[in-house]
């Protein structure tokens, strides 16, 4: 048995739960790709299970690969052939990690090989977006709320921003970054997973099945992406890693547009942006209203509606409106309708993406992860453009660490229909003034 050191995320916890927590863990040891490995893993959980006694019920057996999904398929035919439950009752599930491929074809035979050995209702493909307060939050919000209904759409809406951003660079894993990109590593999967779920239709009911049902139906509507509405960028000093080819044009920031061809939709950009070592760190979803027609007060240029999911950090939900400036005259500003969860929850703990979606693993319950037909549109998206990419026939803009990105990203914004406010800023309540 070998005690582990506690590990990041762990650091906060009390002392008292880490030392109680960490003698439920046995380690193993094995290479991936020997039987023996698999045999005394094998062993060893049958050992437990038999000493249980079936007391906690039918042997349950969650695998979670936190592994180079280069070696998945030797270890899922291990784990096939050697770690199955035999317990009748019982089940044998697999967790996996992105990336699943490198485009449409590695995705594919990736998730051939694995659907040889496992059945889809036994792999959870884990995106840790899925697992957000504010990304759970947003069924309820759009399905629970009147107010949205008739707003929701192309005739109101003028675009819709899915913004990441981190504030440092690749440090410490730039080899690993450079084989993939922000595309591969931010945008194919948690952006669009977020996507989907703004701009679904409502299910039929909240059973897994069903919701995963409309995400793919949205994917299936996005057009081809066009290469001008693409901008991809690499910030100076990334390749003085020297993990990373002095030649690499590897993007470390992309915006594009990505287009819903369906009736709700039709002529609504979605500006997907994200970028390593940026101005800032935050990811947010800010649904932009149109201006409103007739404008009276001539307040146009104070700025558009807007209503803000603030992801991270400082969660949030926000509407920016017109309001009448308090005072003697008649005078408009922009201002908030603010819902922060640090002030309104105060003692709340919301728990991390990794604790929720691991519980559901245990529970059965799909909802939140990736299935297989949802990969496969999302890798159709996104591999024409990946290939320009990789051959150099689209090339990455040298921006300035700590900056916005380059200058073209705004402009593609700006051009298809982004209006920035500007003089406003939204300041995250602090919890002295409540
Ligand atoms: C991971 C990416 O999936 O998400 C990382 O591989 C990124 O590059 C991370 O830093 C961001 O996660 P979060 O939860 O901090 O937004």
């Not at 048995?1 to 990041?8: N, S």
């Not at 969660?315 to 009448?324: C, D, S």
């Not at 005259?329 to 922009?334: D, G, V």
């Given at each position: 048995?070998?005690?582990?050191?506690?590990?990041?995320g762990?650091?906060?916890?009390h002392?008292?739960?880490?030392?109680?927590?960490?003698p439920?863990i046995?380690?193993v040891?094995?290479p991936?790709d020997?039987?023996?490995?698999?045999?005394?893993?094998d062993k060893?959980?049958s050992?437990?299970?038999?000493s249980?006694?079936?007391?906690?019920?039918?042997s349950?057996?969650?695998?979670?690969f936190?592994?180079?999904?280069?070696?998945?398929?030797?270890?899922?035919?291990?784990?096939n052939?050697?770690c199955?439950?035999?317990?009748?009752g019982g089940w044998?599930?697999?967790?996996?990690?992105?990336?699943f491929?490198?485009d449409l074809n590695?995705?594919?035979?990736?998730s051939?090989?694995?659907?040889?050995?496992?059945?889809?209702?036994?792999?959870?493909?884990?995106?840790?977006?899925?697992?957000?307060?504010?990304?759970q939050?947003?069924?309820?919000?759009?399905?629970a709320?009147?107010l949205?209904?008739p707003?929701?759409?192309?005739?109101?809406?003028?675009n819709?921003?899915?913004?990441?951003?981190?504030?440092?660079?690749?440090?410490?894993?730039?080899?690993?970054?450079?084989?993939y990109g922000?595309i591969?590593?931010?945008?194919?999967?948690h952006?669009?997973?977020v996507?989907?779920?703004?701009?679904m239709e409502?299910p039929?009911s909240?059973k897994?099945?069903?919701?995963?049902?409309?995400?793919v139906?949205?994917?299936?509507?996005?057009l081809?992406?066009?290469d001008?509405?693409v901008?991809i960028?690499q910030?100076?000093?990334?390749?003085?890693d020297?993990t990373v080819?002095?030649?690499?044009?590897?993007?470390?920031?992309a915006?594009?547009?990505?287009?819903?061809?369906?009736?709700?939709?039709?002529?609504?950009?979605?500006?997907?942006?994200?970028g390593?070592?940026?101005n800032?760190?935050?990811a947010e979803?800010r649904?932009q209203f149109k201006d409103?027609?007739?404008?009276i007060f001539?307040?146009?240029s104070k700025?558009?509606?807007?209503?803000?999911?603030r992801?991270q950090p400082s969660?949030?939900?926000?509407?920016?409106?017109?309001?009448?400036e308090p005072g003697l005259?008649?005078?408009?500003?922009?201002s908030?309708?603010?819902?922060?969860?640090?002030?309104r929850?105060?003692?709340v703990?919301?728990?991390?993406?990794?604790?929720r979606?691991i519980?559901?693993t245990?529970?059965?319950?799909?909802?939140?992860?990736?299935?297989?037909d949802?990969?496969?549109v999302?890798?159709?998206?996104f591999t024409?453009l990946?290939?320009?990419?990789d051959?150099?026939?689209?090339k990455s803009l040298?921006?300035?660490?700590?900056s916005?990105?380059?200058?073209?990203?705004?402009k593609l914004?700006?051009?298809v229909?982004?209006?920035?406010t500007?003089?406003?800023?939204w300041?995250?309540?602090?919890l002295s003034?409540v």
């Open positions: 048995m070998r005690y582990l050191t506690p590990c990041k762990c650091e906060d916890t002392e008292e739960d880490v030392s109680k927590f960490l439920l046995k380690y040891c094995g991936y020997s039987e023996e490995g698999f045999q005394s893993l060893e959980i050992a437990y299970e038999k249980k006694d079936n007391t906690g019920g039918p349950r057996r969650l695998f979670y936190a592994l180079p999904p280069s070696v998945y398929p030797h270890v899922c035919k291990m784990i052939s050697f199955m439950t035999k317990s009748e044998t599930r697999i967790v996996v990690e992105k990336p491929g490198h590695s995705a594919e035979e990736l051939n090989h694995l659907g040889k050995l496992f059945n889809e209702s036994q792999i959870y493909r884990i995106d840790h977006y899925l697992g957000k307060e504010l990304v939050n947003l069924l309820v919000l759009r399905f709320n009147r949205f209904l707003l929701w759409n192309h005739d109101n809406i003028s819709v921003q899915i913004v990441f951003k981190e504030d440092f660079g690749t440090e410490g894993r730039g080899g690993y970054f450079d084989q922000i591969r590593d931010i945008l194919q999967n952006l669009l997973q996507l989907c779920l703004v701009a409502k039929v909240l897994p099945e069903h919701i995963r049902d409309e995400k139906k949205v994917l299936q509507s996005i081809p992406i066009k001008e509405e901008v960028g910030y100076e000093g990334y390749r003085d020297p080819p002095n030649d690499s044009n590897t993007p470390t920031f915006t594009m547009v990505l287009r819903i061809h369906n009736e709700r939709w039709e002529g609504v950009p979605f500006i997907l942006k994200a390593k070592s940026m800032s760190k935050k979803i649904v409103v027609p007739g404008d001539k307040c146009k700025g558009r509606n807007e209503f803000v999911i992801l969660e949030a939900i926000y509407m920016k409106l017109t309001v009448k005259e008649m005078k408009t500003t922009q908030e309708l603010d819902l922060s969860y640090r002030q929850y105060q003692d703990i919301i728990p991390e993406a990794y604790e979606l519980l559901d245990i529970r059965g319950d799909q909802q939140h992860f990736v299935r297989r949802e990969l496969k999302a890798w159709e998206i024409p990946l290939h320009k990419i051959n150099s026939e689209v040298p921006y300035k660490p700590g916005r990105g380059p200058e073209e990203a705004d914004a700006e051009k229909g982004y209006v920035q500007h003089g406003y800023v300041i995250p309540p602090t003034a």
